[in-house]
């Protein structure tokens, strides 16, 4: 564990220089409690750090002070040594934001097993932190495709949705269908059919821009926001899209074969005020024309008419 050593005093610097690395531990060293707090805030800082109360520049107190108003950054374990014996000097840092308390002189083996207390803590931190991010992983994405899922992708059209509104720019959507899907499971299986989805999603994320976003929409279907995009741009990504799909074939475990989609394609202006649903609605209205006209293509419904982009017919699995 990397700890922070902040005291004035070289000689009781170079005590814990020494007796740190003996325990497993990296020493970084300050002077003063300004460059304490300057050493703090650093990408790797340490997330461990004994801090003497009187120092030069700002306190140690004053240090876990400033240290527990930072917002957005791991937790950092801080350990108080002072001379101080009062019982009121203990509250005092404890309530600064101090995690434990340390009286000089102060025995090695007391200030490691303090240190044990502190890595404990902030390995516990750590997976509490980790497990939180799992949870709200599965909760906003699909668990087979790893995509957004359907609420996910929807509150992500909402918000783009608000700002083209805002803006008074547009957001573009397309909704997608795998062509002939039910084939794929049931000649080969769902072990096969999931390998489908997973390469149709890989993708379809490939092939729009960063700060667009692909969901799972549900089943074979998956919904893609393209903010900022008008007709032209939304039908020229539609024409992408499809050409990955035909570009080569899908590899599963029962073997290879051909998959095209269709995708309905949908747009609202900043002007139009069309919320999410209604724009999901006029591009699944697209999909099922683009299936009705021979699959494998993509259909343009805008302010309730329909424009057409000729593509190739579609290759049967």
Same mark, same amino acid.
């Given at each position: 564990?990397?700890?922070?050593?902040?005291?004035?005093?070289?000689?009781?610097?170079?005590?814990?220089?020494?007796?740190?690395?003996?325990?497993?531990?990296?020493?970084?060293?300050?002077?003063?409690?300004?460059?304490?707090?300057?050493?703090?805030?650093?990408?790797?800082?340490?997330?461990?750090?004994?801090?003497?109360?009187?120092?030069?520049?700002?306190?140690?107190?004053?240090?876990?002070?400033?240290?527990?108003?930072?917002?957005?950054?791991?937790?950092?374990?801080?350990?108080?040594?002072?001379?101080?014996?009062?019982?009121?000097?203990?509250?005092?840092?404890?309530?600064?934001?101090?995690?434990?308390?340390?009286?000089?002189?102060?025995?090695?083996?007391?200030?490691?097993?303090?240190?044990?207390?502190?890595?404990?803590?902030?390995?516990?931190?750590?997976?509490?932190?980790?497990?939180?991010?799992?949870?709200?992983?599965?909760?906003?994405?699909?668990?087979?495709?790893?995509?957004?899922?359907?609420?996910?992708?929807?509150?992500?059209?909402?918000?783009?949705?608000?700002?083209?509104?805002?803006?008074?720019?547009?957001?573009?959507?397309?909704?997608?269908?795998?062509?002939?899907?039910?084939?794929?499971?049931?000649?080969?299986?769902?072990?096969?059919?999931?390998?489908?989805?997973?390469?149709?999603?890989?993708?379809?994320?490939?092939?729009?821009?960063?700060?667009?976003?692909?969901?799972?929409?549900?089943?074979?279907?998956?919904?893609?926001?393209? !903010?900022?995009?008008?007709?032209?741009?939304?039908?020229?990504?539609?024409?992408?899209?499809?050409?990955?799909?035909?570009?080569?074939?899908?590899?599963?475990?029962?073997?290879?074969?051909?998959?095209?989609?269709?995708?309905?394609?949908?747009?609202?202006?900043?002007?139009?005020?069309?919320?999410?649903?209604?724009?999901?609605?006029?591009?699944?209205?697209?999909?099922?024309?683009?299936?009705?006209?021979?699959?494998?293509?993509?259909?343009?419904?805008?302010?309730?008419?329909?424009?057409?982009?000729?593509?190739?017919?579609?290759?049967? !699995?």
């Amino acid at each position: 564990m990397k700890i922070l050593v902040a005291d004035d005093n070289a000689i009781a610097r170079l005590l814990l220089e020494r007796l740190l690395p003996q325990w497993g531990h990296e020493v970084v060293v300050a002077c003063d409690g300004k460059h304490a707090w300057e050493l703090l805030q650093g990408d790797d800082a340490p997330r461990l750090a004994v801090l003497d109360w009187m120092m030069p520049g700002m306190s140690g107190p004053e240090v876990c002070n400033k240290m527990r108003k930072r917002v957005g950054r791991p937790y950092a374990y801080l350990l108080l040594v002072t001379s101080r014996e009062e019982k009121q000097d203990v509250v005092s840092g404890l309530q600064a934001g101090a995690d434990d308390y340390l009286t000089k002189p102060f025995y090695p083996q007391e200030l490691n097993a303090r240190l044990r207390v502190g890595v404990r803590i902030l390995e516990l931190e750590d997976k509490l932190v980790a497990a939180h991010e799992v949870a709200q992983f599965r909760a906003t994405h699909d668990e087979l495709t790893r995509l957004s899922n359907r609420a996910s992708i929807v509150d992500t059209l909402r918000r783009e949705l608000a700002r083209s509104q805002r803006d008074g720019g547009s957001c573009g959507v397309l909704l997608g269908d795998l062509d002939h899907f039910k084939a794929v499971n049931d000649t080969l299986g769902h072990g096969a059919g999931d390998s489908v989805l997973c390469e149709a999603a890989a993708r379809l994320a490939a092939g729009v821009r960063p700060y667009d976003s692909v969901g799972r929409y549900g089943g074979e279907e998956f919904l893609v926001v393209l !903010p900022g995009c008008d007709t032209p741009n939304l039908l020229a990504c539609a024409e992408h899209l499809l050409q990955a799909f035909r570009g080569s074939q899908f590899v599963t475990s029962e073997g290879t074969l051909s998959v095209t989609i269709s995708l309905g394609a949908a747009t609202s202006t900043g002007a139009s005020g069309m919320t999410a649903d209604a724009l999901v609605r006029a591009a699944d209205k697209a999909l099922y024309q683009a299936k009705g006209n021979g699959r494998n293509r993509v259909e343009m419904a805008q302010q309730g008419v329909n424009t057409q982009l000729q593509v190739a017919q579609p290759v049967t !699995p």
